[in-house]
């Protein structure tokens, strides 16, 4: 209707497609450029890198696993790297070198197995036992209630406070952003140009790309990390579930962070973040305590692998110990991505209803109406 | 043209806004005024479509406004907010590829805009370490920097100095003059009469009064006229229909109760001496405002 002095942007203006990427990009400017965010992923960073070198020296001890061996199954370890043999002259006097702690495990001759020889350990087999032998034994444990193995729970610390650390770094990180905008009030300004959902997709996808660059960094500390020590066969019983672990943690995430942005649009203030959500924060919290504290229980981590927000502590756990089936993962993943986009529609909801609404806290009910 | 037409707006039992209709001109500045709790930043907010009014309508040339029209539309919130660790270009920038700018065409508008306003010196610094009124420019560039057909501002003059006042004013007439609908709110009456073409006066949620400035003005006169003379003035005591407001030797301010009884008061005047000056005298803005809010 009116001369412009220039000529005007595309009628349509950007496309949804542009408009997310250019709040994503945004997103991730701005933090790349914020101190604390930059201090709290060197101290992570560092922490991780700790951690594996720890592990990995507790886990093997540079001269090899101890290992009580009867002279009938000589043959079987004579070629096997990283075990310390000690003969037995009999089956019972091997299982007493076990007991009382002087070997981890013992090798015996037993015509029943069908690799011709079990392993006898106290608690649990020293995994890398178990990963050097080309042929995956029978094992018979002692006394399976006791004692812990370090590495497994090394690995349990491990997922437990990567995934804890990135969410709630992240998750904080976003709700901050979220109420930043509501109380500045640029969002008037933002949602005057383009659509809320765009605003919402963008600031996820910006977190998630953050977030999946942070935890890409970290299993690259721990390949490094376990290459270095030495532990190679190590890395083959982790790798897997590592790189699953990334998988999770990428549904996983966009999952939390769609909810801790819809949660934060409901205040108006930095104060009253906490008020929302802290209920995620618990959510986040929890996998974190029971992997540390039920990381030997099969039950309690069964039920965590296949609960959406514990699955990507809990699914890579399992995998670690040998406890998963091939087809576990995958469904729990179909689970987890079910329960995202599901999330995604009540999230996007709660955030078109609450943006606006300044002032005294939304209620839930008003934000999930109209 | 941009129509609001019948725009009502309650919370819980408190009405806001009762049937506000008025219309926003292209290539005129749009003054609406009204006191705190008025409606002002209800109605813009729903012109926006940031707020959902109860009944009425928005359209443009029309149709009704939809959100792909409303990014032609330029708007400064009343509370003011930029993200306050961005640089000044960058956010600017930020807003205008928003608004579908490719990136080299929203940096060269950027940052000539910033230049226009005052802020060239100030690009790369920190929209938080802005003083108060450099802020305000910063917003209005943002407000500007995607070339709107339609300019909603609350309060853009609020906060700024004197020479502020005056770069904004202009920059707000230069969009005008080609061709865009520019609505304003301002609680500094003065600026807005010496500025808007066309005045929206609400108050308790209705429209008060609307029109053209000197049209208003005109409506509103109470046919007080000025004499300027070199004679003395003081037979005016004496004319009937007439009542003396205000009288020195030869200059005199009076209300007269009919035309006749002005022009039979001017004729009676230049028989007397040379008149200088003879002029109805408007009514201010501050006048009008007092009188049709009450």
Redesign the interface.
Known sequence: MNATPTAGPTTAGPTTAQSVWLVAEREIGSKLRSKAFIISFAILFVGALALVLWGGLTAQNTSGTPVAVTSDAQQYVADVPGVDVTDAASDAEARELVSAGEVDAAIVGDSASPTGFTVVAESSPPTNLLLSLSQLPTVELLDPDAGSDALGFVAAIGFGVVFLMAASLFGGTIAQSVVEEKQTRVVELLISAIPVRSLLAGKVIGNTILAMGEILILVAIAVVGLTVTGQSELLQGLGAPIAWFAVFFFFGFVLLATLFAAAASMVSRQEDIGSTTTPLTMLIMAPYFLVIFFYENPVVLGIMSYVPFSAPVGMPMRMFLGEAQWWEPLLSLAILIATCLGAIIVAAKIYENSLLRMGARVKLSEALSR | MLRLQGLTKSYGERRVLDDVTFDVA??RLTGFVGGNGAGKTTTM?IV????GGDAGTVT??GATVT??D????G?M?E????????KVLEHIV??A?????GKADAES?ARALLEDLGLGERLGDNIETLSLGNQQRAQIA?ALV??P?VLILDEPFSGLDPLAVEVVAAVLQERAA???SVLFSSHQLDVVERLCDDLVIIAGGTIRAKGARDELRAAHAQRRYELVSTGDAGWLRDEEGVEVRDFDGGYAVFDADSDETAQRVLRRAVAQGDVASFAPQHPTLSQIFKEVIQ
């Open positions: 292209p290539g907010r926006l479509g940031v707020l443009l040339d959100s792909a409303r990014r032609r539309f708007y919130p509370e003011r907010g930029l993200y306050p660790k961005m930020y807003l590829r928003l608004h579908g700018f508008r943002a995607h070339d057909d080609v061709g865009a």
